[in-house]
């Protein structure tokens, strides 16, 4: 039951992460090396999620979502299924909590990448798209990954928002801090405390991951 | 220039082939989750029952053998009963729902979700007074006037429906007033329960179901059941279920002799 508990935690903040990545980075090239207009409103309208209260997130996503949200009923008019309180629900929970993270992460590294190296390549006949894969995106490549691992720690440990748009079932939604919830509600400590030893072993392996790919590529230099 | 060609040399394949590693290696994660739940979900059949919290030591029990009995997969999220009511009006797939008193039931049957005819009085909970066991017994709601309690634990009113029935009982026995002075509110009837455990109160008016969770106090049954509004736990079907046929026969199943003394082992009593 553990074992399904954690893979289904692991599957949602997965998802999230994976989801976050693509429009993190779009965002931080429209925002740091266009600067389009109103970047300075995207900029706010990204790190918002980490200002406010997760159970905010989670109601806003609940209106947009659910039955008689704009988007819910059209998805259920053409797909004819609910996303409130399914897993995906879950996911896209830990995604809108965890992206300001990411984006943050994401934004520093892209801005850190000297101009003058994008530069030379585009004078050198590249095209934005490969001057983004070949020059840009390597060499922020550390300040990118340093950001994802940040927002998937964030999403795993999600639970305001999750708890209010996709409950707390077991086996569907319920992800572990949820889980860990519902043990210390109703006073099951030694569950609880067993599942609080799951959950800091997680988080340990996650940060020991980020610390090895660091030093990994910094050992190459 | 020089700067230039060198940070150019410096950086690019290293960091860029542990990138597309990572970065591939989320992706595939992801594929592969997605492959698993799309298999995993259609190979038995599944129910999901939304229960108000205080059933989950019957219940829990209750599901394995229901699941032993009919091969379906039962699923329980427990919940505080009207934002479980709430979860189902937004779109929860909820099959089953039973709930700690009417009032959620009344607002999804306002909303259409009750399945035509499902509806039943599961069971009834109970008021009883629970003490410290080295506490003096008392014969009648109307002792707790006596100088022998100095602190009455009760679920505050406001918050939780325990506390309101309390307040029923206590003004119909014509004691409310008397004891104002020496009585300690509780946030929820688990916390009032807590203050009778850890000697903080004397005595504490509760559910049975709760009181059944402490065996070290007593419990006294002095409580008239016609004193108070009758404390229902009604079970329905969802009206959207895809399961409906299934969900009932868990509602009847709910209802069978094994069942029903689970329930009593655990201080329910079946719904007349």
Not at chain 1, 6 to 12: A, F, N, P
Not at chain 1, 16 to 30: D, F, Q, Y
Not at chain 1, 72 to 101: H, K, M
Not at chain 2, 184 to 191: K, S, T
Request: proline letters at 5%.
């Amino acid at each position: 039951m553990d074992i399904s508990l954690i893979l289904l935690t692991l599957q949602i903040a997965v998802v999230a992460t994976v989801i976050n990545l693509p429009i993190a980075i779009g965002l931080s090239w429209l925002i740091v090396k266009r600067r389009v207009r109103g970047s300075f409103l995207l900029d706010v309208l990204v790190s918002l999620p980490l200002a406010l209260p997760p159970v905010v997130s989670g109601y806003f996503l609940l209106l947009l979502l659910g039955r008689e949200g704009p988007l819910g009923s059209l998805i259920r008019d053409i797909l004819g299924v609910d996303i409130v309180f399914t897993w995906v629900a879950a996911a896209l929970a830990s995604a809108v909590v965890s992206f300001p993270l990411m984006a943050r992460g994401v934004m520093t590294a892209i801005e850190g990448v000297d101009e003058r190296l994008e530069r030379s390549a585009r004078s050198l006949g590249a095209g934005a798209l490969r001057v983004a894969f070949t020059i840009t995106l390597p060499l922020a490549y550390r300040g990118i990954m340093a950001g994802v691992l940040l927002g998937f720690v964030r999403a795993l440990s999600e639970f305001g928002a999750t708890i209010v748009v996709a409950g707390n079932i077991p086996g569907r939604t319920q992800t572990l801090p949820l889980a860990i919830f519902e043990k210390v509600q109703l006073g099951r400590d030694a569950d609880a405390l067993r599942l609080v030893g799951v959950s800091i072993a997680l988080a340990v392996a996650t940060i020991l991951v980020h610390n090895w790919l660091l030093s990994k590529s910094r050992t190459k230099d | 220039m020089a700067t230039l060609s060198q940070s150019a040399q410096k950086y690019p394949t290293v960091y860029w082939q542990i990138g597309q590693f990572t970065g591939f290696g989320f992706y595939l994660m992801t594929a592969l989750f997605c492959l698993v739940s799309a298999c995993g979900g259609g190979d038995s059949e599944e129910l999901l029952i939304f229960a108000a919290t205080s059933l989950t030591n019957a219940l829990t029990e209750i599901e394995a053998d229901y699941e032993e009995a009919t091969g379906v997969e039962a699923r329980i999220s427990y919940g505080g009963s009207q934002a479980l009511s709430r979860q189902i009006e937004s779109g929860a797939p909820a099959d089953v729902f039973i709930s700690a008193g009417a009032g959620p039931v009344t607002s999804l049957q306002d909303a259409g979700l009750v399945a035509e005819g499902s509806a039943l009085s599961l069971l009834v909970n109970r008021l009883v007074l629970v003490a410290r066991a080295d506490s003096r017994e008392p014969a009648s709601l109307s002792d707790l006037t006596r100088s022998d309690y100095s602190r009455i634990g009760l679920a505050d009113p406001n918050l939780a429906p325990a506390g309101a029935y309390a307040r029923e009982a206590l003004s119909h026995e014509g004691v409310w007033e008397a004891i104002q002075a020496k009585v300690v509110f509780g946030a929820d009837v688990r916390v009032t329960l807590t203050y009778v455990e850890t000697g903080n109160v004397d005595v504490a008016l509760v559910y049975a179901t709760d009181a059944m969770t402490a065996p070290d106090l007593s419990l006294f049954d002095i409580v008239p059941d016609g004193n108070y509004t009758p404390i229902v736990y009604p079970a329905v079907a969802v009206s959207e279920s895809p399961e409906l046929n299934l969900a009932k026969e868990f509602i009847e199943y709910l209802r069978s002799p094994a069942s029903v003394a689970t329930f009593r082992r655990n201080g329910f009593e079946p719904s007349p």
